[in-house]
C-alpha cells in the first residue's frame, strides 16, 4: 500500500480519532483532521492532500460534506472517499453528483477502509496516467485537436516555431513555441532529447543508419550527425557485434 497524505473531515472527536489510528498504523499520513466545512477549506489550501475521507454530515458546519466535496472538485483534483452513517437514498443520490471513489458506512471496519483508500488511489492514479496519454493541439481556426502522445514520432525545432510529426496525421503540426518550452509536456521515458533541434519517440523508431533515422510510419528519415547516432544507440538495447552478410553460391 502506497503511503498517502490524507485529510480527514469528520465532527465527531472520537470517530475521527479512530479513523486517524488506523491510517497512521498502515502508514498513511493525515494532513489534518477537520471538523467542518470552513476548517476543511482552510486546510486543504495551506497542504493538499492526496485523498480526503469525508463525514456527510457535519454538524456545526456551514455546508454538509457533499457540498464541501463538491468544493473542493472545482479546485484540486484528488479522489474523496464519504464515511457516514447516512444511508438514505436521498443522500446517496446527492453523493453521486460528486463521483466519490467509495461512500462507506460507519461504523467502519479499519480493514474495509484501508482496503477502499488502496483502490481509490489505483483507479485516481490509473485514470490520471490515462489522461495523461493526450495532448490538445492548437489548430489554425479551429481550435484543439486530441493527439495521443504514444503517436507523435518526433519533434524538430523549426526557428521560433516547433514542427510535431504524428504518426496519424498527414501533416506535421506547426506551433509557436521553441522546443525547449514544449519538451516539458514529453517528460515520458520513451521521449529522447537527441539534439538542442530534435526530439524523438524511442517506441517509434524503425531503423538508424550512419546519418539517417527512420521512424515507422514516415517516409523520409531525418538527419542525425554521427554523435547523436552514437548517443541514441546507447540508449538503445542493441546488439553488440557486428552483421554478416553471405553471398549465394
Do not use: C
Not at 437514498?89 to 471496519?109: H, N
Amino acid at each position: 500500500m502506497q503511503r498517502l497524505k490524507i485529510l480527514i473531515v469528520e465532527d465527531e472527536t472520537i470517530t475521527a480519532m479512530d479513523i486517524r489510528e488506523t491510517l497512521e498504523g498502515a502508514g498513511h499520513v493525515v494532513t489534518d483532521t477537520a471538523y467542518n466545512y470552513e476548517d476543511a477549506l482552510s486546510s486543504i489550501r495551506v497542504n493538499v492532500p492526496d485523498l480526503a475521507i469525508i463525514d456527510v454530515k457535519l454538524n456545526h458546519s456551514a455546508a454538509d460534506g457533499i457540498v464541501l466535496a463538491k468544493e473542493i472538485h472545482l479546485q484540486y483534483h484528488i479522489p474523496i472517499i464519504f464515511l457516514t452513517a447516512n444511508s438514505e437514498s436521498k443522500t446517496v443520490q446527492r453523493a453521486k453528483e460528486v463521483a466519490p471513489s467509495a461512500y462507506l458506512l460507519k461504523p467502519f471496519r479499519p480493514e474495509e477502509l484501508l482496503i477502499q483508500i488502496d483502490l481509490a488511489w489505483s483507479y485516481f492514479k490509473e485514470k490520471q496516467m490515462s489522461f495523461e496519454r493526450y495532448l490538445f493541439f492548437p489548430i489554425q481556426n479551429k481550435g484543439h485537436k486530441r493527439i495521443d502522445l504514444n503517436d507523435v514520432l518526433y519533434i524538430k525545432a523549426a526557428g521560433s516555431y516547433t514542427e510535431i510529426y504524428v504518426a496519424t496525421e498527414p501533416k506535421e503540426f506547426v506551433v509557436s513555441t521553441n522546443l525547449s518550452n514544449l519538451s516539458q509536456y514529453f517528460s515520458s521515458p520513451n521521449f529522447f532529447r537527441l539534439s538542442r533541434s530534435l526530439l524523438v519517440n524511442l517506441e517509434q523508431i524503425d531503423s538508424i543508419e550512419a546519418e539517417k533515422l527512420h521512424m515507422k510510419a514516415k517516409a523520409h528519415a531525418i538527419d542525425i550527425s554521427p554523435n547523436n547516432r552514437k548517443e541514441l544507440l546507447a540508449k538503445l538495447k542493441t546488439v553488440k557485434t557486428k552483421a554478416i552478410f553471405k553471398t549465394k553460391a
